[in-house]
């Protein structure tokens, strides 16, 4: 059954061999792209949303959701030490199943999430923005934003490195404030109180409020489409996304005990900025204006990074045929797919415009969970197949089946419109793909 023949591949030109992608990230570089791609705006409400559903046990909730996105992302971490490509996903399911249709569509399924996510942050930008310099023209700043960052990115990855660097910096360093103002007020609280309103068992409880938290974690995945500009990948791929998934579930344990431990649960629930509730009672000095700031660098970096990952996964698709050849070239000097940066752009700018597609972004969750379920059968697939290369890093059989079993309970647990329209995204990927 798994003894048949890998299907073959469309390799880069030789033109595109000798202008590759320059390989510019070591280890540490990766690991704050991981952690930077994790962390985001998010955190700061949907610690929020997860008090309300477990109350105190929220802190046991995130390191639930870390252990259930482990198994995916151990099973990320091998297929990137054996495949690391930049079309990433796309790559590994035509390598696994060799149906071009089906690796078009997870390509496209990814991009749709990454560029639905940056859309999404370029109008947050916008509306925070606005609250530091007063009221300016919402599309003058998307347009603006989204320039800027064309232009970091076409620079190059070291560059771009340079700005994640910073923007995760700050971001990291806001949520490492909180822990800190808020430590004198640890053990003041039974840490596995559940709200009285509870109708299920602690367990029962406590998977729920993972179902709502995994998200927080999504994100390591991208690793995988920078893997071409990434020193000794084979090595370095698999380390940095496992240490960066421990870094952020730390930290996002460490911010919960402090928010349940300075601001009562119940309370903590219906505050609209429930990070913002701790600051204001653990530390009534700080300026709120400061994490105004801390959220615009945030944004920066959401946006930012899911540009690399798209205009990454767009070239690679087409280094591997399933897109126009044209977007899989890359600038001669720079060493960056650049018409591809280009054309994510106008992409970008478009969906920007629409307004709020937030509904779209979270259907678009439901697809890359849809992703990871076939990713992760596509590894079972290969191990199984006689001739495929070994990496460095290996799991047993039983991770990525966990795994996927883990990503198809949160699809069932998806909210019945986040489902309904991602069914509708699917055959127009479909039909993408046939004309």
Known sequence: MTDAPAPQLDEPSPANKHHALLRTMGLWSLVVYGVGDMLGAGIYVTIGQAVGVVGNTVWLTFLASMLAAMFTGLSYACLGSRYPRSAGAAYIAQRAFGRPMLSYMIGLAVAASGLTSMATASNGFAEYFSKLTGPLPTRLVVIGFIIVLTMVNLRGMRESTWLNILCTTIEAGGLVFIVIVGLRYWGNVDYLEMPQHATIGPTSLVLQGAVLTFYSFVGFEDLLNVSEEVKDVERNLPRALIMALIVVAILYAAVSITAISVVP?????????????????????????????????????????????????????????????????????????????????????????????????????????????????????????????????????????????????????????ELLIALILLPAIAILYVL
């Open 265 to 417: 649960h119940a309370e903590l629930a219906r505050s609209g900025g429930p990070l913002v509730e701790v600051v204001r009672r653990a530390a009534p000095w700080c300026p709120p204006i400061l994490f105004t700031g801390v959220c615009l660098f945030a944004i920066t970096n959401t946006a930012l990074l899911n540009y690399i990952m798209g205009s990454r996964l767009i070239y690679g698709m087409a280094q591997q045929g399933l897109l126009p050849a044209v977007l899989g070239r890359v600038h001669a000097k720079r060493r960056t797919p650049h018409v591809a940066i280009l054309a994510l752009m106008l992409v970008v700018i478009s969906l920007a415009m629409v307004g709020d597609i937030k509904v779209l972004a979270k259907a678009t969750s439901v697809l890359l969970l849809a992703v990871f379920t076939i990713i992760n059968l596509a590894l079972v697939v290969l191990k199984n197949r006689s001739g495929e290369p070994k990496g460095t890093f290996e799991v047993p059989t039983f991770v990525p089946v966990i795994g996927a079993l883990i990503c198809l309970v949160l699809i069932w647990h998806a909210q019945i419109w």
